[in-house]
């Protein structure tokens, strides 16, 4: 009887030290969300408020920052236009995208595994070298693609030099880079269970409904993670505007994020490059917001009901 009555003590023991040790493993990680994240995030909020050149001494400015730029900016509604069209052309082009090449790369066909490190090489390649390179193919005399155009009897197309073409065409670049999608996508896709697909083809269902009804409700977890990772690394775009565009033409590419580079490290107005930065920040936590209220209407959990 005694041995029964110190058995719960022993274990809750147990569980206490195990409890502790687990804290103490995670002390780097909270040291690193804290000093890598939330502080720099409390510091961009403080010198927002300033008029910091990063040479003088900061002064006080209260909320004049924000009030300048939703007032008297001539760039920030055009720069918030550009990123979030930027930004749903990026995200719905490369979801569709890598989903369909993982379900190709899924299927057995000769040099898999060749095929698979093709589709991924781009997303580890230099940036510096990937948008040169697409430079050549968008040069509006003799790049490639106008050259095709021009085989086929069509009138050549300036792609980064033309306010109309000039995000789509950027959006291309940034779709061609998902790379790590596709490899998420793939992963998941080994996941579905065959049982389902060998049960829906017995009761005559085709390819398609298949896809439908089984693939994506059964993907609709990872689908939600790349459609979250996608939003956020898109809508903080800034490499193609600096490579190839510097904003242009006119302020068609002139993202958010380069408008704030512009203003930190062309204008020296560190201040007011944090206020464009809280900014940006608030159109992330949004979408991501409404992504995440939204996830419960949509995700599939395997037992059969949603999340």
């Known amino acids: 009887m005694e041995t029964i009555n110190k058995s719960p003590k022993r274990r809750s023991r147990i569980n206490s030290s195990e409890a502790r040790f687990a804290y103490i493993l995670l002390i780097p990680a909270f040291l690193g969300l804290i000093f890598l994240t939330y502080l720099p995030l409390v510091g961009v909020l403080?010198?927002?408020?300033?008029?910091?050149?990063?040479?003088?001494?900061?002064k006080f400015v209260g909320i004049e920052n924000y009030i300048n730029l939703f007032t008297t900016d001539p760039y920030i509604k055009d720069s918030i236009i550009a990123t979030i069209y930027f930004a749903i052309l990026s995200v719905v082009g490369s979801m569709i995208y890598s989903l369909f090449i993982a379900m190709l790369l899924n299927r057995k066909i000769p040099a898999r595994g060749f095929f698979r490190a093709i589709f991924y090489v781009p997303y580890?390649?230099?940036a510096a070298a990937i948008y040169v390179g697409w430079s050549w193919l968008y040069e509006a005399n003799f790049g490639f693609f106008n050259f095709l155009l021009s085989e086929v009897g069509l009138n050549k197309v300036s792609f980064i030099a033309d306010s109309s073409y000039v995000v789509p065409s950027l959006s291309l670049i940034s779709i061609w880079l998902s790379g790590n999608l596709i490899v998420i996508f793939l992963a998941g896709l080994q996941n579905v269970p065959g049982v389902y697909h060998e049960a829906a083809e017995m009761?005559?269902?085709?390819g398609w409904?298949?896809?439908l009804h089984i693939t994506l409700p059964c993907m609709s977890p990872i689908i939600f993670y790349n459609l979250l990772m996608s939003l956020i690394a898109n809508l903080q775009i800034v490499t193609p505007a600096l490579a190839l565009t510097n904003g242009g033409p006119g302020n068609s590419s002139r993202f958010l994020t380069y408008l704030m580079y512009d203003q930190a490290f062309v204008n020296y107005k560190l201040g007011y490059a944090c206020a464009t930065t809280l900014v940006i920040f608030v159109i992330l936590a949004g979408f991501t917001g409404v992504l995440f209220k939204?996830?419960?209407?949509?995700?599939?959990?395997?037992?059969?009901?949603?999340?």
Request: glycine share 14%.
């Open 294 to 307: 939204t996830s419960n209407l949509w995700i599939f959990n395997e037992g059969g009901d949603d999340k």
């Open 124 to 126: 580890v390649l230099p």
């Open 46 to 58: 403080g010198i927002s408020l300033t008029n910091w050149t990063g040479l003088a001494k900061p």
């Open 209 to 211: 409904k298949r896809f």
């Open 203 to 206: 009761d005559g269902a085709n």
